[in-house]
């Protein structure tokens, strides 16, 4: 059955660019990595296809179908392999109705029906305008809501013929996508589609707002708009990019504050954050700064895990690179944070090692493992990010990575020596493997037998000496662990399916 899921790459010719299709490697060495460490290799861990993952927190980004900037069928062998069990998609109204009136969702149905038939749910956004309408709202990014009776209207009918259309194919649906207007505006907005979707679809799970930042103050206001019409959703969902994630985390901790008193029930999700894999010179955001596959797979994976920490749920954008020539004034260049290199002609050309470490992160963080919320896993250094999980069979699982910069920071003034200044201040990924020894303390009694280091970016595995684990009455200390900008994890060995070294990544 693997097999068969994981993507029957063929190796016939792209006529229209002249090359072989891209395969994708299923070899135990297909992350290369400068990484060296001084440790005997036990393995790597073996992927998992979606049919296989019950259950996760991880979503994939599938947008931009609307638009016609991707080809799904061209993608969407690279879908089950990966692991992630959710994708999100845009419903995109001025694609489904381009006659008034006249409904067509066979574009989407080809989408729905491949995630079903492969193990993977739909989060279905609402969005965008539709130009055959007067006042029919905008098309694309930063676009406008419809206004005026006949629009509004229309909005509603297109709302209630896909819900219809969907019903019992998807449950899980997300309003208009980064609206930059009013807290009323998109709480009224986000009110009346909400109940054209519970009317079809009682049990429906609704994302709220889908702001394009993740500012406490600008969701509070949001929250308390929709008023007692807020039970109407499930999640309340921002994006919020940033050069380092965790440069969001002390908001998020605002935020579901807030929620707390104000909206105790609802989830926090994060629907939609993605790296570059390159330099982007303007218009994109994460622009004009030096990325690459490797700085680009590292951002991936502590945004994700860094969620995960936060009980978040997690997006990541997107599966394919695009160019949106609407945008070519203001950008001129790709949007190059996919997990898939593409062309022009949207053809997939190459498969990033964000492609890849990802899909190690998929095949060990699935629904087993639970946060370990008053976790006594910790480090000496203040640099380091620090998460505990424990799974449904006992193992304990300890994952961190160096989220700030090694380098001493001078200080400017005396005033620097007050406040946040003193706190580790987080910096983007960058190219160095090169790895560093830390002690981390567990002082809840427990060790680990037969412990494994293992790097998330590579999926490689290695064997954690017994004589750096330091069993004592308070603590048990591991020592001299290797930590750099990426995550990994000290667990037991059986917590872990492995590829023993030599073998290929996949069963036969």
Not at 139 to 163: H, I, R
Not at 262 to 268: D, G, K, M, Q
Request: glycine fraction near 8%; aromatic fraction near 12%; proline fraction near 6%.
């Amino acid at each position: 059955m693997m097999n068969k899921l994981l993507i029957a790459v063929t190796t016939a010719v792209c006529a229209s660019a002249g090359f072989a299709e891209v395969e994708l490697n299923t070899s135990a060495e297909r992350v290369d990595t400068p990484l060296t460490l001084n440790l005997k290799r036990a393995g790597t861990l073996r992927p998992r296809s979606t049919m296989e993952i019950k259950s996760s927190s991880f979503m994939l980004g599938c947008e931009c179908s609307d638009r016609d900037l991707v080809d799904f069928d061209g993608y969407k062998k690279f879908l089950p392999a990966l692991g992630l069990k959710t994708i999100r998609v845009q419903g995109g109204w001025q694609k489904c109705e381009k006659a008034q009136g006249v409904y067509d969702f066979a574009w989407l149905d080809n989408i729905v029906d491949f995630a079903n038939t492969n193990g993977i749910n739909v989060y279905l956004d609402t969005e965008y305008g539709n130009p055959i309408y007067p006042g029919g709202g905008g098309t694309d990014l930063s676009a406008k809501f419809p206004t005026g009776e006949v629009a509004v209207a229309a909005w509603d009918n297109w709302v209630d013929a896909m819900s219809k259309h969907f019903k019992g194919r998807v449950r899980d649906w997300s309003m208009w996508n980064e609206p930059w207007v009013s807290a009323e505006e998109i709480a009224e907005q986000n009110i009346r589609t909400a109940k054209v979707i519970k009317r079809n679809i009682p049990d429906a799970r609704i994302g709220a707002l889908s702001l394009g930042d993740c500012r406490a103050e600008r969701i509070e206001k949001c929250v308390k708009a929709l008023g007692e019409d807020k039970k109407l959703f499930t999640w309340i969902v921002y994006h919020g990019y940033k050069y380092a994630p965790e440069q969001n985390f002390e908001e998020i901790g605002k935020i579901r504050a807030m929620l707390d008193r104000e909206f105790p029930e609802a989830i926090l999700r994060q629907g939609e954050n993605g790296c570059p894999s390159e330099y982007l010179p303007k218009g994109w955001v994460l622009n004009g700064v030096p990325w690459s596959e490797h700085s680009q797979a590292k951002w991936i994976l502590r945004r994700m895990l860094g969620d995960l920490g936060h009980d978040v749920v997690s997006g990541v954008f997107q599966i394919v690179d695009f160019y949106n020539p609407k945008r070519k004034a203001v950008d001129g260049v790709f949007n190059t944070k996919g997990l898939l290199r593409t062309d022009l002609d949207k053809k997939v050309v190459g498969i990033k090692r964000a492609y890849y470490a990802v899909q190690n992160l998929a095949s060990v963080f699935d629904g087993r493992w639970t946060r370990v919320k008053d976790s006594t896993f910790s480090s000496t250094d203040s640099g380091i990010a620090t998460y505990e999980y424990v799974k449904d069979t006992g193992e304990k699982l300890y994952l961190f990575w160096r989220f700030t910069s090694t380098v001493p920071q001078p200080i400017k003034s005396c005033d620097s020596l007050h406040g946040d200044d003193l706190k580790p201040q987080p910096v983007r990924p960058g190219d160095s493997f090169e790895t560093a020894p830390a002690v981390f303390l567990v002082k809840d009694g427990t060790f680990l037998k037969d412990p494994v280091w293992v790097d998330v970016f590579s999926g490689k595995v290695f064997e954690f000496p017994d004589r750096e684990v330091a069993p004592s009455r308070d603590a048990t200390r591991y020592m001299n662990v290797p930590v750099y900008d990426s995550p990994c994890f000290l667990t037991t060995r059986s917590a872990l399916d492995l590829t023993p070294p030599g073998e290929s990544a996949f069963p036969h």
